[in-house]
């Protein structure tokens, strides 16, 4: 549960680095992939509080590449090599991402969230843009920040897929 004096989740020191590499990220990487301008969104990076006392920070690239990392310092990652289904997700995360720009603000400070807050930071040439989601409904008046809910929606849901077949593939290896 979050610290009751702080709202904040225990977090374990690998995870902070994971996450901190990942926002921190190298825009140069993708040049070939896709030549990317000033402001063109090239990774997601999303804090995702999940039960009371798990945060995930889902991490996500223009090339399809998606990872997922746990406050307590587990992490499923590799499946974008394997699952089309997640790298189509993810992409389409990324190359989406641009729209909700208007909506952020440019930060250097990559607080983790506080109680049931999503905090969303987009990554750009120009540098990270960080927004927050807020527990609960999304006014229909934020048509971009619903959007934007649904596409990381999907890729979670890509993930969780892409976990569920790869235990099966462990359980069917264990019994043969």
Same mark, same amino acid.
């Given at each position: 549960?979050?610290?009751?004096?702080?709202d904040r989740?225990?977090?374990?020191?690998?995870?902070?680095?994971?996450?901190?590499?990942?926002?921190?990220?190298?825009?140069?990487?993708?040049?070939?992939?896709?030549?990317?301008?000033?402001?063109?969104?090239?990774?997601?990076?999303?804090?995702? &509080?999940?039960?009371?006392?798990?945060?995930?920070?889902?991490?996500?690239?223009?090339?399809?590449?998606?990872?997922?990392?746990?406050?307590?310092?587990?992490?499923?990652?590799?499946?974008?090599?394997?699952?089309?289904?997640?790298?189509?997700?993810a992409h389409?995360?990324?190359?989406?991402?641009?729209? !909700?720009? &208007?909506?952020?603000?440019?930060?250097?400070?990559?607080?983790? &969230?506080?109680?049931?807050?999503?905090?969303?930071?987009?990554?750009?040439?120009?540098?990270?843009?960080?927004?927050?989601?807020?527990?609960? !409904?999304?006014?229909?008046?934020?048509?971009?920040?619903?959007?934007?809910?649904?596409?990381?929606?999907?890729?979670?849901?890509?993930?969780?897929?892409?976990?569920?077949?790869?235990?099966?593939?462990?359980?069917?290896?264990?019994?043969k």
């Amino acid at each position: 549960m979050p610290n009751r004096m702080t709202d904040r989740y225990n977090v374990t020191q690998k995870y902070l680095m994971t996450r901190g590499q990942a926002i921190n990220f190298p825009a140069e990487y993708f040049d070939t992939f896709s030549k990317l301008k000033k402001n063109d969104v090239f990774g997601v990076v999303i804090d995702i &509080p999940m039960s009371a006392d798990v945060l995930t920070t889902m991490v996500c690239f223009i090339n399809g590449a998606a990872n997922i990392y746990f406050n307590n310092g587990g992490e499923y990652t590799g499946a974008s090599q394997k699952y089309r289904n997640l790298v189509q997700a993810a992409h389409t995360l990324v190359a989406n991402a641009g729209q !909700l720009l &208007p909506k952020c603000e440019k930060t250097k400070r990559y607080d983790l &969230p506080k109680g049931r807050t999503n905090k969303i930071f987009l990554l750009t040439k120009s540098g990270v843009f960080m927004t927050e989601l807020k527990a609960g !409904l999304i006014p229909e008046t934020e048509p971009e920040l619903r959007s934007f809910y649904v596409l990381y929606q999907r890729v979670l849901s890509e993930i969780r897929s892409c976990q569920l077949k790869d235990e099966a593939d462990r359980r069917n290896a264990a019994t043969k």
